[in-house]
């Protein structure tokens, strides 16, 4: 079991727990949490936000029933955490854009700690957070709250672009990746997929991706793909 150090509310419904102990990680990977006994009886996937010497970072945003009992942890409190699980982003070089939507932003802070000088886009429907601790990071950062962060990213401009956020953002993310390319740079687009999950270990097929050579497991093959290879079923 995991002490929790903090677990700070960061805006309505957001929250950045913070959690003792000798956690590793890549960025994009992620954790199964619980914080309770035998219900619910699954554990909630969460991405690593960041990882340090004494232990490892957790953003959520409040959802549910699983998401609600995190919400109610104190210093002090135990929590299980089983990981760290999937493929992560690939660790590349070259010009690259972060774009993150909501609380899609939670595993791209790590990203832009292991990838200094990348650009950053975030974008909120309502209320922006945790945007502050990216701008010592990113070469640049672009903030949008209300309207579409990916109109103000220009595809054609990077090598690697890393996207996590809503559904609707990841297939267009998938659409301007596929036209760019004609005048300028071909980007590869990784989308961080974020499917329903129940063992997270790729015992159950829960989390069933479509993509180009057949279904695959978002906890085990992905739950980074690159954006070619994923098929979207509205
Ligand atoms: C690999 C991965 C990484 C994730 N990382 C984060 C993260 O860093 N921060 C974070 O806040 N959330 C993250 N999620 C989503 C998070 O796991 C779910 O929001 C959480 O499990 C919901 O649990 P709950 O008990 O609060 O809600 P539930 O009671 O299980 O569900 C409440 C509502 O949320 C919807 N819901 C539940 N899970 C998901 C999901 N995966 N995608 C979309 N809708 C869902 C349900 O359909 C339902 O409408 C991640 C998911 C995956 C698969
Ligand atoms: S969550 Fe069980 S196979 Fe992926």
């Not at 590869?188 to 497991?217: F, H, P, T």
């Amino acid at each position: 079991m995991a002490t929790v150090i903090s677990n700070e509310r960061l805006a309505n419904g957001v929250y950045h727990l913070r959690v003792e102990g000798d956690y590793g990680g890549k960025m994009g990977q992620f954790y199964m949490l619980r914080a309770w006994g035998a219900y619910p009886l699954l554990s909630r996937p969460l991405s690593i936000h960041q990882v340090n010497d004494d232990g490892v970072e957790f953003l959520y945003h409040v959802v549910g029933e699983g998401t609600e009992i995190f919400a109610e942890l104190s210093p002090g409190d135990k929590v299980q955490l089983e990981g760290p699980f999937g493929n992560g982003f690939p660790e590349v070089e070259g010009k690259i854009a972060l774009i993150g939507g909501g609380i899609g932003i939670a595993p791209l802070y790590y990203c832009a700690r292991q990838l200094p000088d990348s650009d950053v886009y975030l974008g909120f429907s309502r209320e922006a957070f945790r945007t502050e601790a990216f701008r010592p990071l990113a070469a640049e950062l672009t903030v949008d709250v209300g309207g579409l962060i990916l109109d103000s990213v220009d595809f054609n401009s990077y090598d690697h672009i890393f996207v996590c956020g809503p559904q609707p953002m990841l297939k267009a993310a998938q659409r301007k990746g596929a036209a760019a390319g004609a005048g300028g740079r071909r980007p590869n687009v990784y989308l961080s997929l974020e499917n329903r999950m129940a063992c997270g270990i790729g015992a159950c097929l829960v989390c069933s991706v479509s993509c180009l050579d057949g279904q695959r497991k978002a906890c085990a093959d992905g739950p980074v793909f690159l954006a070619e290879e994923v098929v979207f079923h509205d």
